[in-house]
């Protein structure tokens, strides 16, 4: 499956924003998405992730309240949706697939093997 990211720039601290990550090339319902993001001079980390059939949701502590993770397979597209924005959210922001006969690793980097290009958007205060 191929993944692209979108909806990066540039925002105030409280503002919200919307990402959007479309997949094509594969069967997008049977994959587990993950969003993990990397922010300058610091290792990439998990933010969010759902499973193929939503029936499981996971948040880093970081973003926990704040973002929302989504996904509408007949789209074919995985959202995050990120209020009350701190200038510590700025990073590059990454979707990533894994296919769920692989099972379920919602935070775990390493068992994703597909990743979008990334989406970078900075949180101005």
């Known amino acids: 499956v191929q993944l692209q990211a979108f909806g990066g720039g540039l925002v105030q601290a409280g503002d919200s924003l919307r990402l959007s990550c479309a997949g094509s090339?594969?069967?997008?319902?049977?994959?587990?998405m993950g969003w993990f993001r990397q922010a300058p001079g610091k290792e990439r980390e998990f933010v969010a992730a759902i499973s193929w059939g939503n029936g499981g949701i996971y948040y880093a502590d970081s973003v926990k309240g704040r973002f929302t993770i989504s996904r509408d397979n007949a789209k074919n597209t995985v959202y995050l949706q990120m209020n009350s924005l701190k200038s510590e959210d700025t990073a590059v922001y990454y979707c990533?697939?894994?296919?769920?006969?692989?099972?379920?690793?919602?935070?775990?980097?390493?068992?994703?093997?597909?990743w979008g290009q990334g989406t970078e958007f900075t949180v101005s205060s």
């Open positions: 090339g594969g069967t997008f319902v049977t994959y587990n």
């Open positions: 990533a697939a894994q296919a769920r006969e692989r099972g379920w690793y919602p935070q775990h980097i390493t068992k994703y093997p597909y």
